[in-house]
């Protein structure tokens, strides 16, 4: 059987840090904006619970996603170690 190294691709320390920046800015600035809105204090939960909402959803999304592709990764990766099995058991010369 032939040898494969699988690459793992990893995120750099710079990547990671300014999506953890971004995310809290992003979250920092719609609280500030909800608790600044002129409005209710039922209108400002409101809006806050929908935000809630909406990032607990997109994180599900993501990790959904991610599932889905780890998985489509891992089938690819048994079909290709079948094939290169097939491969090398195979003999050309063999009188069928």
């Given at each position: 059987m032939s040898e494969t190294t699988t690459v793992k691709q990893q995120n750099t320390a710079a990547f990671y840090g300014q999506a953890v920046a971004s995310f809290g800015v992003a979250i920092g600035a719609v609280a500030l904006g909800i608790y600044s809105l002129d409005a209710d204090a039922w209108v400002r939960g409101f809006l806050a619970i929908g935000v809630l909402y909406l990032v607990t959803s997109a994180f599900t999304?993501?990790?959904?996603?991610r599932d889905r592709q780890e998985a489509g990764q891992i089938i690819s990766r048994v079909d290709q170690a079948r094939l290169e099995k097939i491969l090398a058991e195979h003999d050309p010369f063999q009188k069928l």
């Open positions: 999304l993501a990790k959904v996603i």
